[in-house]
């Protein structure tokens, strides 16, 4: 199983950019359902997660307001659209998918059975 996560670049403060995540290989009931980041020097940490049904979203204190999570159930695909970007925002943002499930929230990470690559994004001018 493979997780590519793409979308990510440089962007100014203020910019928005949307990260998306596919699952690819031998994939059936591999669900990405999270993304979190790591910024350099500290500890990777939960952004924002669904649930597997994708009506219920959870996001982290510092991109709530700002941030939007969502699944599409059919492509098994899911996509960060991050608004009002800040500089510490900055970080090597990561998909995370859950294997063999068809219901919950996974707000831990150590929930996850699989991760992408990572993609960075950069905000600065």
């Known amino acids: 199983v493979q997780l590519q996560a793409s979308g990510g670049g440089l962007v100014q403060p203020g910019g928005s950019l949307r990260l998306s995540c596919a699952a690819s290989?031998?994939?059936?009931?591999?669900?990405?359902l999270g993304w979190f980041r790591q910024a350099l020097g500290k500890k990777r940490e939960m952004v924002a997660v669904i649930n597997w049904s994708g009506n219920v979203p959870n996001y982290s204190d510092s991109v709530a307001g700002r941030f939007s999570i969502s699944r599409d159930g059919v492509k098994n695909t899911l996509n960060l659209q991050m608004d009002s970007l800040k500089p510490e925002d900055t970080a090597v943002y990561y998909c995370?998918?859950?294997?063999?499930?068809?219901?919950?929230?996974?707000?831990?990470?150590?929930?996850?059975?699989?991760w992408g690559q990572g993609t960075l994004v950069t905000v600065s001018s």
């Open positions: 995370a998918a859950k294997a063999g499930v068809r219901s919950g929230t996974y707000l831990q990470e150590t929930s996850y059975d699989y």
């Open positions: 290989g031998p994939a059936i009931g591999v669900v990405p």
